[in-house]
């Protein structure tokens, strides 16, 4: 499957290079990274990709909202966890990791700091793009990347949904355009590029990405992770 540019596959997953740090949205290849789950795998699962990238995994306790945190060290699994739906950092060799099973995961990076954030309709309606942006360094352009979310072509929502982000243009019928919405909401934070790989959870491949509306709540969950690399 050929991925759109800048984007390319690395070690099975879908990489993007950003100023001064890297950004991965895992696949379905990594396994499910979703500790959460019923799946006694998913730590091993995590090692073996922190293992493989040489980095250290930064998370928090995702619940759908716009908290946005900045850490300098990797996430004890075995610490309480902290609620938060975005993590910043300035220091090498941790990466901020955010996960998703139809919800937008967006890295972003001003080369001198790189967040990840879970950016689904809770979250781009309370405003965590804005949040993520503003935590970075921000003293250079900012360059973000959006992974594979639920798609326009499949996204279908109610009346009271589309009405709550009407000034964004995002309503393709009865289906939402989340990937519309943190474009705008990225734009409007100052973010000067921004890629997006284009690819839908819900509709692609079965053994390409975890999706919850495809597979129901019990489904996996994939990734996106940002790192600085220089």
Not at 5 to 22: C, E, N, T, Y
Not at 112 to 122: E, F
Not at 159 to 184: K, V
């Amino acid at each position: 499957m050929e991925l759109p540019a800048p984007f390319f596959w690395l070690h099975g997953q879908i990489a993007v290079d950003l100023p001064g740090a890297r950004a991965l949205f895992t696949t379905k290849a990594a396994g499910n990274l979703g500790l959460l789950t019923e799946d006694p795998g998913a730590p091993a699962n995590r090692a073996r990709l922190a293992d493989r990238f040489g980095i250290g995994l930064a998370w928090r306790k995702q619940v759908h909202g716009a908290e946005v945190h900045v850490v300098d060290a990797a996430t004890d699994p075995a610490a309480d966890w902290i609620e938060a739906d975005g993590v910043v950092t300035r220091t090498p060799g941790v990466a901020p990791l955010v996960l998703a099973a139809d919800c937008l995961p967006i890295v972003i990076s001003d080369g001198r700091s790189v967040a990840a954030i879970h950016a689904g309709w809770h979250g781009l309606a309370d405003g965590v793009i804005a949040a993520g942006v503003a935590a970075l360094d921000s003293r250079a352009a900012v360059h973000a990347a959006i992974g594979p979310g639920a798609g326009p072509c499949c996204y279908e929502v109610g009346a009271e949904l589309l009405e709550r982000f009407s000034e964004y243009d995002a309503a393709r019928g009865r289906h939402l355009d989340l990937t519309a919405i943190a474009r705008s909401q990225l734009e409007h934070a100052g973010a000067a590029i921004i890629h997006d790989v284009g690819l839908c959870t819900i509709c692609s491949a079965p053994n390409l990405l975890f999706s919850h509306r495809r597979e129901g709540a019990g489904t996996g969950r994939q990734a996106g992770i940002g790192w600085l690399t220089s």
